[in-house]
């Protein structure tokens, strides 16, 4: 569940665990609330993610051959899912925006 630190800080204190990173290359779509309350407040890209997940309410990380079973399973109840990105040896997270003021650039924390 996505609290504190946002999608980045979640990642990090899962994958930094054992000296691994991410790279969150499709993420959600940002709904167009997070979009009107980034423009309203001018807060940056990576100031939502880390604040708001940009609307991402959960991360389960899981083996890339888990992968299918587990969206299946929550597809079935009607909870939205996708895989958002990879598991990197490289530590930190990189996260390719999908917000208001820097769509498809590269987020890196």
């Known amino acids: 569940h996505n609290t504190g ?3 980045p800080g979640n990642l990090e204190r899962i994958l930094g665990k054992v000296d691994r990173g991410a790279i969150v290359d499709h993420p959600f779509p940002a709904h167009q609330s997070m979009l009107a309350l980034q423009k ?3 807060v940056e890209d990576a100031e939502a993610y ?3 997940n940009m609307g991402v309410g959960m991360i ?3 083996e890339e051959s888990q992968a299918n079973e587990v969206i ?3 597809r079935k109840h009607n909870i939205p899912a996708q895989v958002m990105g990879e598991v990197t040896e ?3 997270i990189t996260i390719v925006s999908q ?3 820097g769509r498809g650039l590269k987020l890196e924390f």
Request: glycine share 24%; charged share 10%; hydrophobic share 50%.
């Open 90 to 92: 490289k530590p930190g």
């Open 60 to 62: 389960i990380v899981v």
């Open 99 to 101: 917000g208001y003021f």
């Open 5 to 7: 630190g946002g999608l």
């Open 40 to 42: 309203l407040g001018n």
């Open 72 to 74: 299946a399973i929550a």
């Open 50 to 52: 880390k604040t708001w």
